[in-house]
């Protein structure tokens, strides 16, 4: 996935920005009496850190590939600056390169001696064919294909985001 990168240039101080952004998420804590899964009810989730922040859109379904925005701030004259992107949480990022690894590495052995079995006619493979000529790569199909629906349907919520953040920060996108 490629990263696009944002700059935006706030007039707020450095420990304003992070105030602000504070006050204007919720802290992402898990609950089990909320239809989001987290405590709160403000439109975006994240954590603060020193000069370092992340926010997601507020979702009531599970979409783990729409994009959060990652940020750094930093002071510079009359304000300070912003840097950030959208990209999915790193864990699903591992998942999903796990997971294709593993379709690859068991997959094609299990294909090809499939397909060898049909064009040759010999049954060296057991159980139904169209199994080991159709799983194999619809895994692979859904391990590339779900992050990027998942992406799609994330859109809207980045532009969201991006624009409570300009708002929230009274920022400039440069």
Known sequence: M??????LHSTLTPNAVA??????????????????GYKGKLPLLGEVGENTFQVQKR??????????FFGRFAPELGGTRIEGYFDYPRWARYFMRIWLGFAVLVGTPIFVGTLSDVITGSNYMRGDRWVGLIVPPALVLFGTVLPR???????????????????TLAARIE
């Not at 602000?20 to 909320?34: C, P």
């Open 149 to 167: 629906i998942g992406r799609l349907l994330g859109k809207s919520d980045e532009r969201f985001m991006l624009e409570h953040i300009q708002i």
């Open 59 to 68: 979702k009531y379904y599970r979409n783990d590939f729409a994009g959060r």
């Open 2 to 7: 490629s990263r696009n990168a944002f700059v």
């Open 19 to 36: 105030d602000a952004l504070r006050r204007s998420i919720d802290e992402q804590r898990w609950t089990l009496f909320s239809l989001s």
